[in-house]
């Protein structure tokens, strides 16, 4: 399917895909082996998209299923877990919680796995309900990308899009892994077509390179913030899209009249991996002077804890920790004294 509309360059893509997926397995080995083990006793499953979060369902009694624990120690084996259960069995409920357990942290969701509620640090879901007015009615038979995909959770939430496929390009480990584990839990269920043309690869976004002109929608969320040179993203976006095509960005700024980026010196609200945070106007101006036509900016807000927060499944200092003690709410600011996160959302096309 993907062979045929990606063009002359596929074999490259796959050849490569293939080479760092295997050195994934290979850290990993445990965890895909405990995987197989979940997978030789799986019910039939379903998806099920609420508002809150992607449900994977079952009408079967999983307690009831019992499989075997996994015999070696490893920070990504289920055993660790459950030092307490029986030494030979356990039933599938508790095998669940290991794995879901071994990939902590779960940044992005909330996902509800078999009636594991997955509590992840961001409230994805929030982002989903703005940007789905702008992509939803605009899939039916479209090539989408979503770049730095993490788990997936936009994927799923594409299940019932219409799309021609969707394909992610992830690569941290840790969530290709978290995307296996919810991809495995639905192999078995009764709606898997949906999922038919979506694909996760362990690439980054350079594998853009590969899409020239050929990709319809690209989904650019939490990405441009994250990298030191975010023009070179957008120049790659850009060659990538179709004639007429867009994207839809998602990026952290502040908010100033003025065309700046603010620069942290060396963290931004406590953490690391901030380059460039830009204001309303700077953001404009890097997509119109990477090519983007027809910008749009649909949503603009303050950052605020109700959707980034530490939880058991991500328990790591999040956003209130990194914003400065003393701030009244008028007067906020991180921990650094810099301006506070806005999160700026828009649409441009080629
Ligand atoms: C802030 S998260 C955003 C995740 C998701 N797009 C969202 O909006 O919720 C950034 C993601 O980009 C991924 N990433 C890191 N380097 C990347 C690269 N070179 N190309 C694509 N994604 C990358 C990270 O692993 C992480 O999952």
Redesign the pocket.
Known sequence: MLENTLGTNYHHFFEKSFITEWALLKSYKNFYKNLATLLSVLPTTQLVLKKDAIHITTSAHTENISLPLATRRSNLNAKKFHASEHPTTITFPAYLTGLLKALIPW??GPYNILGHLIESE?R?SL?WERIKPVILPYCNNKCII?????NG??MYRLAESGAKWVLG????AR?VAQYDLLRTCLITSSNHDLLANHYLSPL???ALDYFEARIDIILL???LY?HPNPLAILRQVHRSLKKGGSVII?CQGISDEQNIALFPSRTYTKKRGFWFLPTRNTLIAWLSRTGFQNIDIFYENTLTAEEQRRSVWAPFPSLSEGLSPQNSPAVLQTSEKYPPPIRYYLTAHK
């Open positions: 940044r992005k961001w994805s982002k979503d770049v730095g995909a993490n959770y936009f390009l992830e690569p941290t969530y980054g976004y350079e969320l939490g990405i994250h998602d």
